[in-house]
């Protein structure tokens, strides 16, 4: 489908039922090198998010995305909650118009990333978000620049986020709480890079309903 309203729409609706499903999972990713409530604070939170598009349904792609960064940022506690919320806030900045066109998708990304590092300053490499929000941008960016549909931008992006990921297992975390653990951070999933990939892969899954 073209990444319009509906679109934004039905991307947080599955990342919220997503989330939802894998609230025990990701709680039980951050008990091992953060405090346990990784999942509870975005299940919750995306709960929210669902509350709110109820009162006022979003009437933009952008009106989408501010109403999940305030959400966000108002309910979600911990690092991730700020995180998130300017993460979507800057994603928001950049869908100015729709259907979203291919670069709109790499610069909405791009967004995303450059808030989380603004509010976290981590790096990549620091097992954090970052090392799936980075891989993402890159694919995506480099998507659109060779002619990619909106989709596959997001299909590449989407891809190299769970890729990311999954390379957070054998880092040692120098940002947020798990660097309190210094060497034993190592061998562990980041569970915000785990949430990440979710969130990419919700946004694909939407854009392929007819
Ligand atoms: P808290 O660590 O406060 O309990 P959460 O458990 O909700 O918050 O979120 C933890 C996740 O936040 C980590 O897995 C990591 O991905 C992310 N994170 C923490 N600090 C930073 C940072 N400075 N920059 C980017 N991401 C970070
Ligand atoms: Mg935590």
Redesign the pocket.
Known sequence: MALDTAWAMRWIALTRVEIGAQREYLIDL?RQ???G??GE??DRGFGKVMEAFEATPPTSVQDCLKIVAKTLMST??????P?YGTAFLRAAKVAVDEPLTAEAVAALIGGALAG??A????ERG?????DAWGPAYDAAKAAAESGATPEQVLAVASEAAHKGALATEPLQAT????SYLGERSKGHL????VS?AIILAKALEAAEVE
């Open positions: 951050d090198i953060g405090d409530d990784h604070n975005l979600v506690g911990g690092a991730a909650g995180l989380i590092q509010r976290g300053k981590a620091e097992k954090t978000m970052v940002k947020g709480r798990a980041d569970p915000g890079a990440s």
